[in-house]
């Protein structure tokens, strides 16, 4: 697999060498701390060309209102196990919050789904850092475009590398103007089939591109997850 740590500009309509562009990290207004509107975020993502997995924290609920926008999407949920978060990919129903890791693993498994273990050395964040549990995870996310210090994707990308999982990227998007600029470039394969992403991520034409998201947004999103809660406190 190439990787490109480098600034990246968007991709050229008329660029033909590679035919999907992912994101595996994104959140919409259905996340605690995200103001994304998915109507925005599909109109968005159609116009750059690039598919987003929604990983919105422990709900599914906005998959129901993408699908009737016809928006190309992995179906996701970012899991707050009891040690910590992991994404499940192609999920068709809700791991409930605190299930045990391993327990979560084997949830996704039963839905066909893909294990996605994000931000893992993150100390900041609930990143899940214990090898042993790391070793069950089909995909390391070895660049969050929100974490803090690099050398965290760096501990990511060499216990990835070290371990034989396949690698990652995640734009952790909470607001619309943060998506877009992470993606990973992959051969065209059929997006309903699981195996055929784990396929066209191992392929040599894979191609990670990659910008750190501005340190600004950490704190604007604790903003909007108190703001939500205030506001929505004073609800009858």
């Not at 600029?181 to 992959?186: A, I, Q």
């Not at 191992?202 to 704190?219: L, Y």
Request: charged share 25%.
């Amino acid at each position: 697999m190439k990787i490109d740590f480098r600034l990246s500009s968007l991709p050229k309509k008329s660029d033909k060498s590679v035919n999907l562009k992912i994101d595996f990290h994104c959140h919409t207004n259905h996340s605690p701390d995200s103001i994304i509107v998915p109507r925005e975020l599909a109109a968005k993502a159609k116009k750059l060309g690039i598919i987003p997995a929604i990983t919105d924290h422990n709900s599914i609920a906005v998959h129901k209102e993408l699908r009737k926008l016809k928006m190309q999407f992995i179906p996701s949920e970012e899991i707050r196990t009891n040690k910590g978060d992991l994404i499940g990919l192609y999920l068709n129903e809700i791991i409930p919050k605190y299930t045990p890791f391993l327990e979560a693993i084997d949830s996704i498994k039963e839905q066909g789904g893909i294990s996605y273990l994000p931000h893992m050395y993150d100390k900041t964040r609930h990143g899940v850092g214990i090898t042993e549990l790391a070793k069950k995870v089909d995909i390391i996310e070895i660049f969050n475009a929100r974490c803090p210090f690099q050398k965290y994707n760096d501990m990511a990308m060499e216990f990835a590398n070290k371990n034989k999982k396949i690698f990652g990227v995640g734009g952790d998007n909470h607001f619309l103007f943060e998506f877009g600029n992470n993606w990973v470039d992959v051969p065209n394969f059929d997006l309903n089939n699981p195996k055929e992403l784990v396929k066209a991520l191992k392929s040599k034409q894979a191609k990670m591109h990659t910008r750190k998201a501005p340190i600004f947004v950490r704190g604007s999103t604790l903003v909007v997850k108190f703001a939500k809660k205030f506001f929505q406190g004073l609800t009858p």
